[in-house]
């Protein structure tokens, strides 16, 4: 590679190649050997795009170079000179050839530009060489700096192997010519704990001392000197450093100070810096290569990984895995380049298996770096050894905690009588004050949190403490009755639970998890899987619900059935069967023998639950006469409870038992009476998973059919908004907003709900509604003629509901398929299919049958079966009739009178679109409107000739 390119200048920086450095406004700029490489080449070829092979045949001649190495290196070097920040543009990427330097170049002699980049000999005591890489930590050496300039005495703080040191002596090469009298570096790690601070620094500082204490000499040594002290590592010989520091800040005004310590020095003078982790990729969502390359944790996970030997191109879902390794390390700088040198030994996925194990403390990093950063366990080692018996025995009793936990959570499991709750207060500051326990003030409750391997390593402790069952009993028994106390709500008006909930998860899990285990206690892991069934309903986590409620009621003895924690169960079970493997008769069952518990006890709330319950149930499988009974037997219990909320609720199960029976002037009735709520009514309580659904949906669909339609699409969208509620009343309000839509024409409308069904439903594991939402995708495809396409989804979705036992849209999607099957040439098919449909048709369809038998009627004509059409036709317009739904009756006579205008009957014809047409006073622009006016316009040129 080229060494005689002059100076070259580009933006605030200069490029020296000879002396392979970088300087900004006379700073030095720290990059690793490779991207230096690179920098150089592309400067060389400013201008010139210079592929990929070109680039890694350069720098790595002797190598084989995946190209996420080049990847890494290249974000490395943008990350270093700002590219994309202020305006700077240097390197560019151009997809699929490769990169290059585009930034302004101006080429100098260097011999002009004298510069000086090592400080002499004399001036550094001690002071290692400057870090070969420092990942993402730009920002913190810039305030570091700063806050060192400003007041002297900064103390960088933070967990073992966080990167302190690397950070320090970043640090301390950048400000080297900031102190004409040169640096002192004291690696008091080497130190045991009882050895004196002030002899060693006197040592590095070449004094003779003469007496018992130098700190005098030292003062005097350092009174009229400009020079930094660098202390790394004070945590174990806090109190002598402490006292060295202060005498220095206090006695020489010149001298700046800079410590490195997993506890702060709390003297005068002291500005504490706490070191954050590396940025570590978000969990909530899928990411890029290239957008993981924007987080300093992966950068440095993928810079090592590829430095051990790691050779493998990095794909989309390799980042995935990286993100996730990245998270699991809480972004700590060690525990990344210890799990960065497994991949090219275990390769990238199993090393993310093997972080869920204890393995990884033992994990070997450096063989030159220091005993205590070898290992994890070894870094851990060294912090618990200097902490005293009291928090040593809460910090472990603090490792059964699975994420965050309030103060009041770790009292509640870590005091004893021996360590009494003011204790554990005090533990528990001393623990976060030497970077054991983090502290997260971000919340109005603080929380407290053990990182991920600071956690393994208490865990281990624990359990050689040999307590480690009573303390995991005692956690798990706090949240069972921490769930019993929010639970004390209704459950009709209560949300789940609360924001806390979400947070608990963890917790309660890992305490389900004991309770259920041989060591744990199964009678108390009943009660806590009946007083969580809720919350893990509530969070939708419905597949984890089942499995919980089905291993406690598999532990149930004669003491607890028919019990409340019986009914409990099998309630949230039936729910939770029903969403995730559909209208199964367990999932009746279970519901059934709930409401008998219900009776027993006298549980008002639990019988009107229960009842929307059955009634959901009997919605889905088609069983339409069976739902006014149960709405009426729900209102009178909602009576007798005098919850509102349970009132409104009856009103609306009243009113979706009116609709789907086609009696739409008494469901419009009860629909409405439900939406004139009271202020004080919780309309967000009433929602708690679907039991109560928000009736505007409902209320736009029997508006179309009155023969509203303008009114339907209005209240459709304003309904909108439900989809941000809990996953099953979003799919209802999906496939419900879908109606509607497709009723009145509006296909891109519904191809947007369809899509965000089939998406919502798969996140959540909802497999019916899922089922649904792919039946819709095929009814879309046969209305734009892509039938075979439509024709394949339909069958799909069919079949699935159909083991799904979830017959509410079955009629409505088998009614499409046969309008396909026509349409595709094959409709012997097709009328075997209505055939088929007619008895379920009659059961689960009443308030379409008139649409049924239009579709019929159609297809009759079709195979010139004409008196069955006419038939069919005539029994659509009395049903459509007889229920007041003016929309049917429209379409039922728009293909009414086309078959009779193929018959020359046209004066009949005019007649029966005529009349229905006069009915309505709105919608005129929805597509059903459009084609019955253009028939009669026809119609009119027909009598008019």
């Not at 609360?498 to 009660?527: C, P, Y």
Request: proline fraction near 4%; include cysteine; glycine fraction near 8%.
């Amino acid at each position: 590679m080229s060494s005689a390119l002059p100076c070259v200048e580009f933006g605030p920086f200069r490029l020296f190649p000879s002396q392979r450095r970088l300087v900004k406004q006379d700073a030095h700029v720290q990059l690793g050997g490779r991207a230096l490489d690179l920098l150089i080449l592309l400067i060389e070829n400013a201008g010139s795009i210079m592929s990929k092979q070109q680039l890694t045949a350069e720098v790595w001649p002797d190598v084989t170079v995946e190209e996420s190495s080049l990847r890494v290196h290249i974000a490395n070097l943008r990350k270093a000179l700002g590219d994309g920040r202020d305006g700077a543009n240097y390197i560019a990427n151009v997809p699929g050839r490769g990169y290059c330097f585009v930034g302004q170049v101006d080429r100098r002699n260097a011999a002009l530009e004298p510069i000086s980049f090592d400080p002499p000999p004399e001036r550094v005591s001690g002071l290692p060489r400057r870090p070969a890489r420092v990942i993402g930590r730009d920002d913190d050496v810039r305030v570091i700096a700063e806050l060192l300039a400003s007041h002297r005495f900064t103390t960088i703080h933070g967990p073992g192997g966080i990167g302190k040191t690397t950070v320090a002596l970043a640090v301390a090469h950048q400000e080297i010519e900031q102190f004409e009298d040169g640096i002192c570096f004291l690696d008091l790690g080497l130190l045991r704990a009882l050895d004196s601070v002030p002899h060693t620094m006197a040592g590095s500082l070449g004094l003779m001392v003469q007496s018992g204490d130098p700190t005098s000499s030292i003062i005097g040594h350092l009174r009229d000197r400009q020079m930094l002290l660098v202390l790394d590592s004070c945590e174990h010989v806090v109190d002598s450093a402490a006292a060295i520091t202060e005498a220095i800040f206090q006695g020489a005004a010149r001298v700046g100070i800079l410590v490195t310590s997993r506890e702060s020095l709390r003297v005068e003078g002291e500005h504490v810096y706490a070191l954050s982790p590396l940025s570590v990729p978000p969990p909530d969502r899928t990411i890029s290569v290239d957008q993981l390359l924007e987080y300093s944790s992966a950068r440095l996970f993928l810079e090592r990984a590829v430095a051990g030997g790691h050779r493998r191109e990095l794909s989309g879902p390799d980042a995935q895995i990286v993100g996730s390794i990245c998270r699991k390390l809480d972004g700590i700088a060690l525990a990344v380049e210890l799990a960065a040198g497994r991949v090219s030994t275990h390769g990238l996925r199993e090393t993310a298996e093997l972080l869920d194990s204890r393995m990884k403390l033992l994990w070997q990093g450096r063989r030159t770096a220091m005993p205590r950063h070898q290992t994890l366990n070894a870094t851990l080692e060294w912090s618990h050894d200097l902490i005293p018996d009291r928090e040593r025995i809460v910090l472990r009793r603090l490792s059964v905690f699975v994420g965050p936990f309030t103060l009041e959570e770790a009292q509640s499991v870590a005091a004893d009588d021996h360590t009494d709750r003011g204790r554990v207060v005090e533990a528990l500051a001393d623990l976060v004050g030497k970077s054991l326990v983090f502290i997260d003030t971000h919340k109005e409750l603080r929380r407290y949190r053990l990182l991920d391997t600071t956690r393994a390593y208490s865990q281990v402790k624990l359990a050689e403490s040999g307590e480690a069952d009573a303390i995991t009993r005692r956690h798990a028994l706090y949240y069972q009755e921490w769930l019993a106390r929010s639970e004390s709500g209704s459950p009709i008006t209560q949300q789940p639970f609360n924001a806390q909930g979400a947070e608990h998860l963890g917790n309660i899990r890992a305490a389900l998890e004991w309770s259920f285990s041989e060591t744990g206690d199964a009678k108390l892991g009943v009660q806590l899987a009946a007083s969580s069934a809720r919350l893990f309903v509530g969070l939708s986590l419905l597949g984890e619900c089942q499995k919980w409620c089905e291993c406690a009621l598999g532990f149930l003895d004669d003491a607890t059935r028919g019990s409340r924690c019986e009914m409990m169960l099998l309630t949230e079970l039936g729910y939770s069967l029903m969403f995730t493997r559909g209208n199964s008769e367990q999932a009746r069952s279970a519901l059934e023998r709930a409401f008998e518990i219900a009776e027993t006890l006298d549980d008002g709330v639990y019988q009107f639950r229960l009842l929307s319950g059955l009634h959901m149930y009997d919605r889905r499988i088609g069983n339409i006469a069976g739902l006014l009974p149960t709405a009426l037997r729900g209102e009178a219990v909602a009576r007798d409870l005098g919850d509102l909320t349970a009132i409104v609720a009856a009103q609306v199960m009243k009113g979706v038992s009116h609709h789907l029976s086609g009696n739409l002037i008494e469901a419009r009735t009860a629909l409405a009476a439900s939406l004139r709520l009271p202020a004080s009514f919780d309309r967000v309580g009433a929602n708690f998973f679907g039991f109560h659904r928000d009736p505007e949906m409902v209320l736009a669909r029997t508006m179309w059919l009155q023969g509203f339609p303008d009114q339907a699409v209005e209240t459709a969208h304003a309904a909108e908004s439900l989809e941000q509620h809990d996953p099953v009343t979003a799919c209802l309000a999906l496939i419900w907003g879908a109606s509607v839509f497709h009723w009145t024409g509006d296909l891109a409308t519904v191809e947007d709900y369809v899509e965000r069904l089939v998406q919502h439903a798969g996140e959540h594991s909802l497999s019916p509604y899922r089922s649904v939402g792919i039946g819709l995708k095929g009814d879309i495809l046969v209305r734009r003629g892509e039938l075979e396409a439509g024709i394949r989804l339909l069958r799909e979705s069919l079949n699935d509901l159909h083991v799904e036992k979830y017959r509410l849209y079955t009629p409505w999607l088998s009614c499409t398929l046969a309008e396909g099957l026509a349409a595709d040439g094959q409709l012997d098919q097709a009328l075997d299919l209505m055939r088929e449909i007619a008895p379920l048709s009659r059961q689960t369809a009443v308030y379409n049958a008139p649409e049924l038998l239009r579709v019929h009627g159609d297809l009759l004509a079709q195979a010139t079966d004409l008196r069955g059409a006419e038939s069919c036709f005539l029994q659509s317009l009395t049903i459509a009739g007889n229920q007041h739904a003016l929309s049917w009756r429209l379409r039922t006579s728009t293909s009414f009178a086309r078959f009779l205008v193929r018959q020359d009957r046209l004066p009949e014809a005019r007649v029966i679109l005529d009349e229905v047409y006069a009915h309505f006073t709105e919608g005129f622009e929805t597509a059903d409107l459009r084609r019955a006016k253009a028939l009669l316009d026809e119609l009119g040129r027909h009598v008019t000739d």
